[in-house]
């Protein structure tokens, strides 16, 4: 080695040296929310590449709920992972998914549910359920490590719910083993409020909701319908205190603002006398292929035949196969998304996080109930 090498290499080695303690550094200044959604999209990248599009009763669904939950909650957290078996039948056919959970001890009476699905739809199209509904499942899994490491007021369970897009089968099965057994979460008490992550991202627009005053169709008679508002309420002032950009849909017909109907994961918890709130992200100005009412999720004229901008809706609507969906189509990819939109998901995911985070560290984080 001659000398000038070695003064050069000597050179590159501090350098590096240096570097590699800035961007220490850098990573030990993020705050823990922006720790959980840069992990959360780490997580994302490898449902898709690892996962993929995960039907119900699919091996893939499988693989999401047991797989990743034991690499990143049990594995990382020493706690407990539960699970119950659901069973459901499409055309005839039965089929086996699971609900996976965590419960995270609180001091507190307060027991906060939060909940996404893992499955996904549209995979013949070539959905691989990136928005609908992965981004919500990593950002779950996630969440947990970092729960593990704080000291909180409520308890909380963070739950992967299997089949939802074939009939709320997972919510189902969970809400009826919590009313059968009000002891069912591993000993903590019975849900205080639930929190249902579906679609976070994608959509031009974030919104939380609360159930229709209305009771819920799919309720039984003797169900505790509960349509408060309060979850989506302080989910709100939460974020209008740090700046986030969430808000109520306007009101569409059947449903007054802020309020929607029994389509998710939700729906089975309201049933069950629990107050929600319900994030999701799309945009209730699209006059879509059935009105006002949030199915059209987005203006980007690549994801309509052809979009008439100043009325926000297609221009020959008899004609218009594509309404701005992304979910369930071939829009749901990362590849497909990160051309898009190159960098709302990562926004989207970030403000949801950051809602979550200041959520469970606030004060008024859990209401009482009312109906
Ligand atoms: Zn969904």
């Known amino acids: 080695m001659t000398r000038t090498f070695f003064l050069i290499h000597l050179l590159l080695v501090t350098q590096l040296l240096f570097s590699s303690i800035s961007l220490a550094h850098t990573a030990s200044t993020l705050s823990p929310s922006a720790q959980v959604s840069t992990q959360s999209w780490q997580i994302l990248q490898e449902i898709v590449s690892e996962n993929g599009a995960r039907p119900a009763g699919s091996s893939n669904e499988r693989q999401l709920l047991h797989d990743f939950t034991n690499r990143y909650w049990s594995q990382s957290t020493g706690l407990a992972v539960n699970s119950q078996p659901v069973t459901f039948t499409v055309k005839s056919n039965e089929k086996h998914s699971a609900n996976v959970w965590i419960t995270y001890p609180g001091k507190s009476e307060g027991h906060l549910v939060i909940g996404a699905h893992a499955d996904s739809t549209g995979e013949d199209e070539g959905s691989q359920g990136v928005t609908d509904n992965g981004i919500a499942v990593a950002l779950l899994l996630a969440l947990g490590q970092q729960l593990s490491t704080m000291e909180l007021n409520d308890s909380v369970t963070l739950v992967l719910f299997g089949a939802e897009e074939v009939g709320l089968f997972g919510s189902q099965a969970f809400t009826a083993a919590l009313q059968a057994d009000s002891r069912f979460l591993t000993g903590a008490p019975f849900p205080t409020a639930m929190i249902n992550l579906d679609t976070i991202a994608g959509g031009d627009h974030l919104y939380v909701h609360s159930p229709t005053k209305k009771t819920y169709k799919r309720c039984d008679k003797d169900d505790r319908y509960n349509s408060s508002a309060s979850v989506r309420d302080s989910l709100l002032s939460v974020a209008s205190a740090n700046a986030l950009p969430f808000s109520l849909h306007p009101a569409f017909p059947g449903f007054p603002e802020g309020e929607t109907g029994e389509w998710s994961d939700h729906a089975p918890f309201a049933c069950a006398g629990i107050p929600v709130g319900y994030i999701e992200a799309t945009n209730f100005s699209i006059n879509g292929r059935d009105g006002y009412d949030g199915y059209s999720q987005t203006l980007h004229p690549l994801l309509w035949d ?66």
């Open 306 to 371: 052809c979009l008439d901008r100043s009325e926000k809706t297609a221009c020959n609507p008899d004609q218009e196969q594509r309404w701005g969906y992304i979910w369930h189509t071939q829009a749901d990819r990362l590849d497909k998304l990160n051309q898009l939109y190159p960098k709302r998901l990562r926004a989207q995911l970030n403000a949801v996080t950051e809602l979550l985070f200041n959520f469970l560290t606030s004060d008024k984080s859990l209401p009482p109930a009312s109906n």
